[in-house]
């Protein structure tokens, strides 16, 4: 099947599929996320790897592009939006939002509304060093091979066991979270990976 023709079904299984609700905790900081299919001999997810700076709380951890809701922001859209172009140099107009995945928290009481979207390539990625270390375009197959092998399908593992290992990084917390629900919804197109 064609690249089209899978994002056709991966938009229809998000649009479609349940996610995880807002919680009725309002002491919670919203946060906004970015999950971003990039499409080139295969569909890749693209991922952040943290700056590793001391006493920076989430050095070296693999994330979505994205970041804190402010005063600015209309909506945590906005803000996986906003971030987007801040992190990373990649402009709204260049992204098609799919949707909401819904909403996922941390220890640190964030509540993180993860988005996804598609994005044209029509930016060159910029990203400050001092941010971001790296950035990552891992395969969709692999990660849904990954998901499989490591039985993950339709039982969410406790949190320590949720990894995604990938080269010399690895996927866990609150990204993992959100991945997982992701690659629950995507198996949902079976043709594509």
């Given amino acids: 099947m064609n690249q089209k023709n899978c994002m056709d079904l991966i938009r229809a299984a998000v649009r479609n599929s349940p ?31 943290k700056a590793d700076k001391k006493g920076y709380p989430w050095a070296n951890q693999m994330a979505f592009p994205g970041g804190h809701k402010d005063e600015t922001d209309k909506s945590t859209r906005d803000t996986a939006l906003r971030e987007l172009a801040e992190e990373m140099g990649i402009r709204s107009e260049n992204v098609e939002v799919i949707g909401s995945l819904g909403h996922f928290q941390t220890i640190n009481s964030k509540d993180i509304e993860a988005f996804i979207g598609i994005w044209n390539q029509k930016d060159t990625i910029r990203h400050d060093p001092a941010e971001i270390a790296r950035v990552f375009h891992i395969p969709m197959k692999y990660l849904v091979d990954l998901h499989r092998e490591k039985g993950f399908d339709h039982s969410l593992p406790n949190v320590m066991h949720l990894t995604y290992p990938y080269e010399d990084v690895t996927i866990w917390g609150v990204t993992a979270k959100i991945l997982y629900h992701l690659i629950e919804i995507v198996v949902k197109a079976p043709s594509c990976f």
Avoid at 20 to 30: K, R
């Fill in 19 to 49: 996610h995880p609700g807002l919680p009725d905790d309002d002491l919670l900081e919203p946060t906004g996320v970015m999950a971003l299919f990039t499409m080139t001999e295969e569909i890749r997810l693209m991922f952040i790897q």
